[in-house]
T-cell receptor, first 113, second 113 residues
Framework: DTAVSQTPKYLVTQMGNDKSIKCEQN?????MYWYKQDSKKFLKIMFS???????INETVPNRFSPKSPDKAHLNLHINSLELGDSAVYFC????????????FGQGTRLTVV | AQSVTQLGSHVSVSEGALVLLRCNYS??????LFWYVQYPNQGLQLLLK??????LVKGINGFEAEFKKSETSFHLTKPSAHMSDAAEYFC???????????FGAGTRLFVKA
């Protein structure tokens, strides 16, 4: 069983479109994250949810909206996609209260054309 | 804000040679420290973590790291490189009292035959 799974793995879309990436974890963790990895491999946190509540919202355009229907799921919706949104997006989860490591999904490679 | 600095965006070693990847953290209080590895087109995988139990931490695949408070360092080493070690390596920190994982810029390890 995959611990943190994201879908889709690849996403190619045109500028201006709206798209969603889904993430699910079966580790029983209470906290989930979205990270963006740019072409230089730099990882930047975007959002974090703890028990369905938003606790981290970094400087991210409001075209990006996370949604957590329950603590096992954290989806990312992106409106009006731009060329600069092209990147690999990683979902992760952890036991935040235990300062443990984050478990990552395989990533979603988003290409905006 | 606490951060980690990885010295050298690229490191190249010969197969069988020592691997040394450098990481320094900025904090007056030792945080939780981690090393992650990312193989091509994959998510991040935990190699090892420091949580104050022991200064020398052993991880998977023969890697280890030593926490040195006086140098605010957490360098990653492996006595003998293998071709399969070629990947991107990230040092990361969870600040004391926090839970958000902050990543260094990454170091790409090349292993020559």
């Amino acid at each position: 069983d995959t611990a943190v799974s994201q879908t889709p793995k690849y996403l190619v879309t045109q500028m201006g479109n709206d798209k969603s990436i889904k993430c699910e974890q079966n580790l029983g963790h209470d906290t989930m994250y979205w990270y963006k990895q740019d072409s230089k491999k730099f990882l930047k946190i975007m959002f974090s949810y703890n028990n369905k509540e938003l606790i981290i919202n970094e400087t991210v355009p409001n075209r990006f909206s996370p949604k957590s229907p329950d603590k096992a799921h954290l989806n990312l919706h992106i409106n009006s996609l731009e060329l600069g949104d092209s990147a690999v997006y990683f979902c992760a989860s952890s036991h935040a209260t235990m300062n443990t490591e984050a478990f990552f999904g395989q990533g979603t490679r988003l290409t905006v054309v | 804000a606490q951060s980690v600095t990885q010295l050298g965006s690229h490191v190249s070693v010969s197969e069988g040679a020592l691997v040394l990847l450098r990481c320094n953290y900025s904090s007056s209080v030792p945080p939780y420290l981690f090393w992650y590895v990312q193989y091509p087109n994959q998510g991040l995988q935990l190699l090892l973590k420091y949580t104050s139990a022991a200064t020398l931490v052993k991880g998977i695949n023969g890697f280890e790291a030593e926490f040195k408070k006086s140098e605010t360092s957490f360098h990653l080493t492996k006595p003998s490189a293998h071709m399969s070690d070629a990947a991107e390596y990230f040092c990361a920190v969870i600040p004391t009292g926090g839970f958000k994982t902050i990543f260094g810029a990454g170091t790409r390890l090349f292993v020559k035959a």
